[in-house]
């Protein structure tokens, strides 16, 4: 198809040909594999017009998660496609291409490509970029929501059979490596928390609380909602909320446009 199309071109089909020509249009301009590019998505809706979603295929696939094998870099440039476009980062697309360039030059890659684990090249890319002689204060770090509900061997999480708390163990071990190279920057960091009280909490998330099984988790003051496995310092700003969604608190926003 090289060089069959003048100017942009426009293909319609159904989502597993979409999935199949995402692999096939990559490999024939010469753009690596799959599992290195991420698609960019624009809805026509009328409802939903001008959203915009960054898709991985197959590479992310939920078939091979937690085995170490998958292959991160389309999902690392979609994270950074996301926080270039939509979080006023200029300069992290970059970054990012950047650091997987020296990463690739340095032979650290996942099993299909000849290497060892998806964590091995996650922190080579993480060490890359997070560089002293790049960061400035205007950068900013946010620790979401990482609380005993979610991560704890006896939080709500886990008694639900929702996660496996040897792993989690392990990622606040790498988000703590993260933070410890942040804060040597000199960079702030902020922390998120999600409280569940009461009234507060928005009617849709009650009612998914209740059906999942979740009904008073996250209470204030409990074991659950506390943070687990990373502690705020002193000086670093903690946003409490009554959802996910950070912005439920409105001084997130105004922190956020502060720094």
Same mark, same amino acid.
């Given at each position: 198809?090289?060089? *069959?199309?003048?100017?942009?071109?426009?293909?319609?089909?159904?989502?597993?040909?979409?999935?199949?020509?995402?692999?096939?249009?990559?490999?024939? #301009?010469?753009?690596?594999?799959?599992?290195?590019?991420?698609?960019?998505? #624009?809805?026509?809706?009328?409802?939903?017009?001008?959203?915009?979603?960054?898709?991985?295929?197959?590479?992310?696939?939920?078939?091979? *998660?937690?085995?170490?094998?998958?292959?991160?870099?389309?999902?690392?440039?979609?994270?950074?496609?996301?926080?270039?476009?939509?979080?006023?980062?200029?300069?992290?697309?970059?970054?990012?291409?950047? $650091?997987?360039? *020296?990463? %690739?030059? !340095?032979?650290?890659?996942?099993?299909?490509?000849?290497?060892?684990?998806?964590?091995?090249?996650?922190?080579?890319?993480?060490?890359?970029?997070?560089?002293?002689?790049?960061?400035?204060?205007?950068?900013?770090?946010?620790?979401?929501?990482?609380?005993?509900?979610?991560? %704890?061997?006896?939080?709500? &999480?886990?008694?639900?059979?929702?996660?496996?708390? %040897?792993?989690?163990?392990?990622? $606040?071990?790498?988000?703590?490596?993260?933070?410890?190279?942040?804060?040597?920057?000199?960079?702030?960091? *902020?922390?998120?928390?999600?409280?569940?009280?009461?009234?507060?909490?928005?009617?849709?998330?009650? !009612?998914?609380?209740?059906?999942?099984?979740?009904?008073?988790?996250?209470?204030?003051?409990?074991?659950?909602?506390? #943070? &687990?496995?990373?502690?705020?310092?002193?000086?670093?700003?903690?946003? %409490?909320?009554?959802?996910?969604?950070?912005?439920?608190?409105?001084?997130?926003?105004?922190?956020?446009?502060?720094?």
């Amino acid at each position: 198809m090289r060089g *069959a199309f003048d100017g942009r071109t426009v293909l319609v089909g159904s989502n597993e040909w979409g999935d199949i020509m995402h692999a096939e249009l990559i490999a024939r #301009f010469g753009l690596g594999h799959q599992e290195e590019r991420c698609a960019r998505n #624009f809805f026509l809706h009328p409802d939903i017009a001008g959203f915009v979603e960054y898709q991985t295929v197959h590479g992310s696939a939920d078939d091979i *998660a937690g085995r170490g094998i998958v292959n991160p870099v389309a999902t690392l440039r979609a994270a950074a496609r996301v926080i270039e476009e939509f979080a006023g980062s200029p300069g992290i697309v970059d970054a990012m291409e950047e $650091a997987l360039g *020296a990463v %690739a030059r !340095e032979n650290i890659a996942t099993p299909d490509a000849g290497g060892s684990s998806t964590n091995e090249v996650v922190d080579a890319v993480l060490t890359a970029i997070i560089n002293p002689n790049r960061r400035t204060q205007e950068d900013l770090l946010i620790v979401v929501d990482m609380q005993g509900d979610f991560l %704890a061997a006896d939080g709500r &999480c886990a008694q639900l059979g929702l996660i496996d708390s %040897a792993k989690t163990s392990a990622l $606040a071990t790498r988000v703590n490596w993260l933070l410890d190279a942040w804060r040597a920057t000199g960079s702030p960091v *902020a922390f998120t928390q999600t409280i569940a009280n009461g009234i507060e909490v928005p009617p849709t998330l009650r !009612e998914r609380n209740k059906k999942s099984g979740r009904d008073g988790w996250l209470r204030p003051g409990s074991p659950g909602a506390r #943070f &687990c496995g990373v502690s705020p310092r002193a000086g670093e700003a903690v946003f %409490a909320k009554s959802g996910y969604d950070p912005f439920l608190n409105p001084q997130f926003e105004i922190f956020l446009r502060r720094v």
